[in-house]
C-alpha cells in the first residue's frame, strides 16, 4: 500500500492545509513564549562582538566622516575580544548573521547587553523555525504527503538538545538552517533545473559557508552530481552548461559579497581561511567516556558516541535503517553500471534525492578524517547533518510503513508514533531550559561520570539568580569560579540592578562568599589547584534535571 493511502487519500484538502498552519504557528508560538528563558552561551558575547566590530567597519569604509564613529568605537571596546579584532585577528570569520543582529539592535533602539542578546536569541530561533519551514518542503518533495511530512517536522523540532540550541547557538543552527534552505532549492532543481532554483541554492550555500566553510561541500555535491549527470548523458553539459557556470559564477559572488574579509583578496584569503577552519587551533582537552582527551587528537568514535548518547533511541533507530536502506541501493546501483548497460547511477529522481542526502551526511566525515580537523563540544560541529539524518529517518519510516500488510501492525505504530510525540513534549518540558544536557536512557545515569555537561554554560544564570534571591545586595558579594566555564558572561543576560554588587573573581583568589562550578574543566582537574573547592564551604543549591547534575554553588561557613 502507497504512503498517501496510510494517512490520508486526499492530502489536499483545506482541513490538512488548515493543520500544516497549524502546527507551525504552534511551534512559532511556542518560541516566542520561551525564548527568553534561556541563559547566555560562552560564545554569544565574541559573536556580538563580531557583528559590532564589522558594523563600525563597514560604516567607516562607506561613511567615514560620521560624527558618530568616534562614539561607536569607544562603545566596542568595552567588549570582549574588542582589541584582539582591531589588532587583526578573527576578522576572518563570517559575520553575516551577527551583523544582522546588530542592525536589529539599532533598529529597535536596544541599548542593554541583557536586550541584545535575548534578540539575538529570538533571531537564532527564528532562523531554525525558517529551516524547519524549508525542512517540512524537502520532506513533502521527496513524499508528497503533507501528514506524514507533518510528522517528520515534527521530530526534526523536537529532538532535545537541537530544540535548545535553535535560541542560543548562533553559529552551528544558524548554519545548519541555511544549509537547509540551499538543500531544498538543489533538491527542486533535480525537479527542475532552472536558473531561479540554481542562483538561489548559490545564495544559502554561500550564506551558508562563510558561517562555516564546511558549507563549501554543498557547492562540491551539486558539481559531484552534475558530473554524474554529464557521464550517462553526453547531451546534458550542452543542454546546461548555463545553469552550471551560473551555479559557480554566482556563489562566489555571493560569497565575496557578504564575507568583508574577502573584499580585497578574495582567492588567497579563501584558501587561507580554509586551512584556518579544516583543523583550527583548539589546546584544551575534552572530557570524553571518563577521561580527559586532547581535543586535537580525539577518538575516531567521538562523533559516532556523542550523537548516540545525545539523541532519543528511536530517532537512532531509525536513522540507521534508513542509511542502511539507501547506502544499499547506491552500492547496488553502482555495481550494475557499466558502459554497455542502460543502467543508471540511480533509477529515477527521488533515489538521486536520496543518494545526495546521503553524501551530505558522510562527505564531511571524510573531509574531518582527511584534514584531521579539531572537533570538541559534543557533536555541535556537525549539527549540520542532523537534516540529513533527519531525511533518512523520514526514508526509514515510510519504508517500514510500506512493507506493512497486517492493519492492526499499522494501528500499533500508528499508536507508538503518537506515544513517541509524548515522550519528545514531555522530555523538552521536564528538561526545560535545559534541554542541551539531555542524554538518552542509556547512559543518563552516569552521564555526568563520562561526558561533558553544560559546556555551553547555560544554566550559570539560574546559579547568579539563585544568590540574587537570597541574599541581602545593598552589600558587595564575591563568587569564585571553580570550573572553566567564565560565570561573569551570564551577568550580561541579568539585569545590571541585579548584578552591581557582584564581584567575580575568576579562579585564582580564595576566602569568597561563594564557590561556583558547574564540572567543565579544560583540563584534568586533579592536577589544577585553582579548582579545589575548600573544605569550610558547604553546598547551598543544585541545578539539576533527572540524573544530571549540571552546576552547583557553595557558601563559606
Not at 541599548?111 to 520532506?139: D, W
Not at 562563510?210 to 558530473?227: A, H, S
Not at 571518563?290 to 562523533?303: M, T
Not at 544536557?437 to 555526568?448: D, G, L, T, W
Request: aromatic share 24%.
Amino acid at each position: 500500500m502507497h504512503l498517501n493511502k496510510l494517512f490520508d487519500k486526499n492530502n489536499e484538502k483545506k482541513s490538512v492545509k488548515f493543520l500544516v498552519y497549524l502546527f507551525f504557528s504552534f511551534f512559532l508560538l511556542v518560541g516566542i513564549i520561551i525564548y527568553k528563558d534561556y541563559g547566555l552561551s560562552i560564545d554569544e558575547p565574541f559573536h556580538r562582538t563580531t557583528g559590532h566590530f564589522w558594523y563600525y567597519m563597514l560604516i567607516s569604509k562607506f561613511l567615514p566622516n560620521l560624527e558618530s564613529l568616534t562614539t561607536f568605537k569607544s562603545y566596542i571596546n568595552e567588549m570582549e575580544w574588542s582589541y584582539d579584532f582591531f589588532d587583526g585577528k578573527f576578522n576572518e570569520y563570517g559575520p553575516i548573521f551577527d551583523l544582522l543582529s546588530v542592525l536589529f539592535e539599532y533598529l529597535f533602539n536596544i541599548t542593554s547587553a541583557e536586550q541584545a542578546y535575548k534578540l539575538k536569541h529570538f533571531l537564532t530561533f527564528i532562523t531554525f523555525f525558517t529551516s524547519g519551514i524549508f525542512f517540512y518542503k524537502i520532506i513533502n518533495l521527496r513524499f508528497e504527503n503533507k501528514i506524514f511530512t507533518i510528522l517528520i517536522t515534527f521530530f526534526y523540532f523536537s529532538s532535545p538538545r537541537i530544540f535548545a540550541e535553535s535560541f542560543y547557538n548562533c553559529k552551528d543552527i544558524v548554519f545548519m538552517s541555511f544549509c537547509v534552505l540551499s538543500i531544498y532549492y538543489l533538491l527542486k532543481s533535480f525537479e527542475k533545473t532552472s536558473l531561479k532554483n540554481i542562483i538561489l541554492f548559490s545564495l544559502f550555500s554561500a550564506i551558508a559557508t562563510q558561517i562555516r566553510v564546511m558549507g563549501v561541500q554543498l557547492i562540491f555535491l551539486y558539481l559531484i552530481f552534475f558530473l554524474f549527470e554529464v557521464l550517462e548523458n553526453k547531451n546534458y553539459f550542452k543542454k546546461y552548461k548555463l545553469v552550471f557556470f551560473v551555479c559557480f559564477l554566482s556563489f562566489f559572488f555571493f560569497l565575496i559579497l557578504f564575507w568583508p574579509f574577502l573584499w580585497e583578496n578574495p582567492i588567497a584569503n579563501f584558501v587561507k581561511i580554509f586551512f584556518i577552519f579544516s583543523n583550527y587551533h583548539w589546546n584544551f582537552d575534552v572530557f570524553y567516556l571518563g577521561k580527559y582527551v586532547k581535543a586535537s587528537n580525539l577518538p575516531w568514535h567521538y562523533i559516532p558516541m556523542w550523537i548516540f548518547v545525545s539523541t532519543p533511541l528511536m530517532y537512532i533507530f531509525f536513522y540507521i535503517i534508513g542509511i542502511f536502506i539507501t547506502g544499499r541501493s547506491l552500492f547496488l546501483n553502482f555495481l550494475n553500471l557499466s558502459e554497455t548497460s542502460d543502467k543508471k547511477l540511480w533509477n529515477e529522481k527521488n533515489q538521486k534525492k536520496d543518494f545526495l542526502m546521503f553524501f551530505y551526511i558522510f562527505s564531511p566525515v571524510f573531509i574531518i578524517i582527511i584534514f584531521n580537523s579539531t572537533i570538541y563540544g559534543g557533536w555541535r560541529h556537525l549539527y549540520f547533518i542532523y537534516p540529513g539524518l533527519m531525511y533518512m529517518f523520514a526514508l526509514s519510516v515510510n519504508f517500514i510503513l510500506n512493507k506493512l500488510r497486517s492493519y492492526k501492525i499499522k494501528k500499533i505504530i500508528y499508536l507508538l508514533t503518537m506515544l513517541f510525540c509524548i515522550n519528545n513534549i514531555y522530555i523538552l518540558i521536564k528538561l526545560h531550559p535545559y534541554q542541551n544536557v539531555y542524554f538518552n536512557y542509556v547512559v543518563e545515569k552516569k552521564a555526568n561520570r563520562l561526558f561533558e555537561i553544560d559546556y555551553w554554560g547555560l544554566a550559570n544564570r539560574e546559579a547568579i539568580n539563585y544568590i540574587i534571591n537570597t541574599e541581602d545586595l545593598k552589600k558587595n558579594i564575591s563568587i569564585r569560579t571553580a570550573s572553566f566555564t567564565p560565570l561573569s558572561y551570564s551577568k550580561k543576560i541579568l539585569k545590571e540592578n541585579d548584578t552591581a554588587k557582584f564581584q567575580f573573581d575568576g579562579t585564582t583568589n580564595l576566602n569568597q562568599d561563594y564557590v561556583f562550578t558547574n564540572y567543565h574543566y579544560e583540563k584534568d582537574p586533579k592536577f589544577l589547584k585553582k579548582y579545589f573547592i575548600p573544605k569550610d564551604y558547604k553546598k547551598v543549591f543544585t541545578i539539576k534535571r533527572g540524573n544530571i547534575i549540571i552546576n552547583e554553588i557553595y557558601k563559606k561557613n
